[in-house]
């Protein structure tokens, strides 16, 4: 049997070489990354402007395949959540979260992951495997063209685009899954694809410092950091990798990476933990450390309220210590934001990705728990709705 070659796997360069080992020309290449990328379409018949010979070439050879959903829940806040099928049991989650100006898709690079940050329970499930390319992109290809349909909105370069950010921050670091999440990040940027600029894609890393400088020099999108902490000894306890590139280290890589970001700041992300990282001390530590003149970085910061798992032993902080916390950030003179908790009801919000890749019978258990919402919200619970613009 022949192996059909997936096309959501190459990147522009990668498809104008498919193309020309099938004796085409490179505006050949163009066309179709524009059939497949910004008309959402998996048939190659229905790509007219490409010759009959070409088309009848590509369908003995090639397809268009973004991993199948498993399943699609709405929040009741809008956010929608996918769980898309990776293959030899495992499955990963991408989310959608509309705003008022903009939707944001948050998409996963790997099923599980190695880091195993103590606050995150796809850590805690331990690490699958890599995604492809088509994995990755494939989440994006899939999102926009299902958020199109679902509004009617045509597809096409003239439909209204759904994802209009993208933040990889879903299951997995994506730094350890370098060159297909670089793929796809080239991808989202090309015009003939997503047309995304580097300052609406955002990728999120937990501290990999040698692949931070990497990203730097390859597709320099914007940054966010889990920080999580504002000393070594408790960033060891809650980011295992701390103990290989510690704080002082990935300030610096931070400071290296702005003269190459689309922003002129880097975001940390930090996950409010009871009693563990929210005092006041903790702020004014921060402060220090972001201000201090050798590592110092020009920064915001984005205050994450825990959402608790019974295996991680942590509790959210209380919403008064949050806001005590973000006033010494504010008074330090940072940006700070708290981020709003969405999607809750479907288990969508961060930290709470995937929870059972490699155990589908959670599926089963989420619809039971799905259906007992119904129950109490009404009918319309968890089903697609239109997501209001
Ligand atoms: S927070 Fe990110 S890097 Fe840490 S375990 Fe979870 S997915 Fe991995």
Redesign the pocket.
């Known amino acids: 049997m022949t192996t059909l070659t997936n096309l959501l796997d190459f990147d522009p360069a990668q498809l104008v070489a498919y193309c020309a080992d099938l004796g085409e020309k490179p505006f050949r290449a163009k066309q179709l990354q524009r059939w497949i990328h910004q008309f959402g379409a998996s048939e190659f018949d229905t790509m007219t402007d490409l010759a009959k010979s070409l088309r009848d070439k590509l369908a003995t050879r090639a397809e268009i395949r973004a991993p199948a959903i498993i399943s699609d829940h709405t929040s009741l806040d809008g956010t929608r959540k996918w769980l898309v099928d990776v293959g030899n049991g495992n499955a990963v989650e991408t989310v959608f979260i509309p705003e008022e100006n903009r939707g944001t898709l948050c998409i996963s690079t790997q099923a599980g992951?190695a880091?195993?940050?103590r606050f995150?329970s796809?850590?805690k499930q331990g690490f699958n495997r890599n995604l492809t390319v088509a994995e990755i992109i494939g989440q994006l290809w899939m999102a926009e063209f299902e958020l199109r349909r679902t509004k009617g909105t045509e597809p096409g370069p003239k439909g209204e685009r759904q994802i209009t950010n993208v933040v990889m921050m879903g299951?997995?670091?994506p730094l350890l899954n370098f060159e297909p999440t670089v793929t796809a990040l080239k991808l989202m940027l090309d015009d003939n694809a997503y047309g995304l600029s580097r300052r609406r894609v955002t990728l999120s890393t937990?501290g990999v410092v040698p692949m931070m400088d990497k990203l730097s020099q390859e597709v320099p999108v914007a940054l966010a950091v889990?920080l999580h902490a504002s000393n070594d000894a408790l960033r060891d306890g809650l980011?295992p990798l701390n103990k290989k590139y510690p704080l002082r280290e990935l300030m610096a890589a931070c400071r290296r990476y702005l003269a190459f970001a689309p922003r002129d700041f880097i975001t940390f992300e930090y996950c409010m933990l009871d009693g563990v990282n929210d005092s006041d001390e903790h702020a004014r530590e921060l402060l220090a450390l972001v201000n201090d003149p050798v590592v110092g970085v020009s920064c915001k910061f984005n205050l994450i309220p825990f959402n608790p798992f019974p295996e991680s032993g942590l509790l959210r902080s209380k919403n008064p210590r949050i806001k005590s916390f973000a006033q010494v950030l504010i008074d330090g003179g940072l940006v700070t934001t708290i981020r709003k908790t969405r999607g809750d009801d479907i288990d969508a919000a961060c930290?709470q990705l995937a929870g059972e890749v490699q155990d589908r019978t959670r599926v089963q258990e989420r619809m039971e728990k799905m259906a007992e919402y119904q129950k109490k919200f009404g009918a319309d619970f968890g089903r697609i709705v239109e997501i209001p613009s």
Do not use: K, L, Q
């Open positions: 992951c880091v195993n940050c995150c796809t850590g299951m997995g670091e937990s889990s980011i930290g």
